[in-house]
T-cell receptor, first 111, second 116 residues
Framework: DAKTTQPTSMDCAEGRAANLPCNHSTISGNEYVYWYRQIHSQGPQYIIHGLKNNETNEMASLIITEDRKSSTLILPHATLRDTAVYYCIACRNSGYSTLTFGKGTMLLVSP | KAGVTQTPRYLIKTRGQQVTLSCSPISGHRSVSWYQQTPGQGLQFLFEYFSETQRNKGNFPGRFSGRQFSNSRSEMNVSTLELGDSALYLC???????????????FGNGTRLTVT
C-alpha cells in the first residue's frame, strides 16, 4: 500500500465544511483511496473510497486530484458528532489486502 | 442488517493467562480481519481469514492465533499474556468477492483487554 501523509489535527466550526487533506504521492494506478474515521471508544467506520473520479455519498465527498497524488475528504456541514480521527488509506482493495493505518487526522468540531 | 459483533466488550486478565475473543461478521461477509490498537502503535494488522483459511498475517508473535468457522464467525486467541498485550482488539469483516474488487472493511467496536 502506498504511504499516506495527513495533518495531525484540524479544527472546524460546527455547521461549516471540514476539508481534510491527504497526500499519497506514490500511489499506484490500481490503488484506491479509502477514508475511515474512528470516534472515541468505537471501531473505525468506513466513509468513502475512490479511484480517479470524485465521489459523493450521504456522509462525505471525496475529491482526488487529476494526478492522484493527493485527495481531500469534505464533510459539508460538520457537526459535533463528526469529531473523530480520520484515516486516509491507499490500497488495492481494503477488504483484501492488509490495511496500514497511519496516525490519521484528529478533527475537532467546536460549537 | 446487524453489524460486526465482538464479545466480550471488556476483559481483564492476569499475566501468563490466555484469552479468547469472539467476532461475528456481518451476514454474508466471508472475510474477517483482526487488528490490535494501542496508543503507542496505533492500529496494527494481526491476521485475516477467508473461508476458514488464514490468508494474511501481520508481524505478531506466535502467541497470537486465530481461526474462522464455517459460518464465518472468527475467534482469536492470545496465550501467555504479557502486560504489553493490553489493547483494543478490533475485528472487521468484508464481503470480499475476490481480488481486484472493492469491499470496504466494517469494524466492530472491539474488545478492550487489560492485562494486569
Amino acid at each position: 500500500d502506498a504511504k499516506t501523509t495527513q495533518p495531525t489535527s484540524m479544527d472546524c466550526a460546527e455547521g461549516r465544511a471540514a476539508n481534510l487533506p491527504c497526500n499519497h504521492s506514490t500511489i499506484s494506478g490500481n490503488e484506491y483511496v479509502y477514508w475511515y474515521r474512528q470516534i472515541h471508544s468505537q471501531g473505525p467506520q468506513y466513509i468513502i473510497h475512490g479511484l480517479k473520479n470524485n465521489e459523493t455519498n450521504e456522509m462525505a465527498s471525496l475529491i482526488i486530484t487529476e494526478d492522484r497524488k493527493s485527495s481531500t475528504l469534505i464533510l459539508p456541514h460538520a457537526t459535533l458528532r463528526d469529531t473523530a480521527v480520520y484515516y486516509c488509506i491507499a490500497c488495492r482493495n481494503s477488504g483484501y489486502s492488509t490495511l496500514t493505518f497511519g496516525k490519521g487526522t484528529m478533527l475537532l468540531v467546536s460549537p | 442488517k446487524a453489524g460486526v459483533t465482538q464479545t466480550p466488550r471488556y476483559l481483564i486478565k492476569t499475566r501468563g493467562q490466555q484469552v479468547t475473543l469472539s467476532c461475528s461478521p456481518i451476514s454474508g461477509h466471508r472475510s474477517v480481519s483482526w487488528y490490535q490498537q494501542t496508543p503507542g502503535q496505533g492500529l496494527q494488522f494481526l491476521f485475516e481469514y477467508f473461508s476458514e483459511t488464514q490468508r494474511n498475517k501481520g508481524n505478531f508473535p506466535g502467541r497470537f492465533s486465530g481461526r474462522q468457522f464455517s459460518n464465518s464467525r472468527s475467534e482469536m486467541n492470545v496465550s501467555t499474556l504479557e502486560l504489553g498485550d493490553s489493547a483494543l482488539y478490533l475485528c472487521a469483516s468484508s464481503w470480499n468477492p475476490g481480488q481486484g474488487a472493492n469491499s470496504p472493511l466494517h469494524f466492530g467496536n472491539g474488545t478492550r483487554l487489560t492485562v494486569t
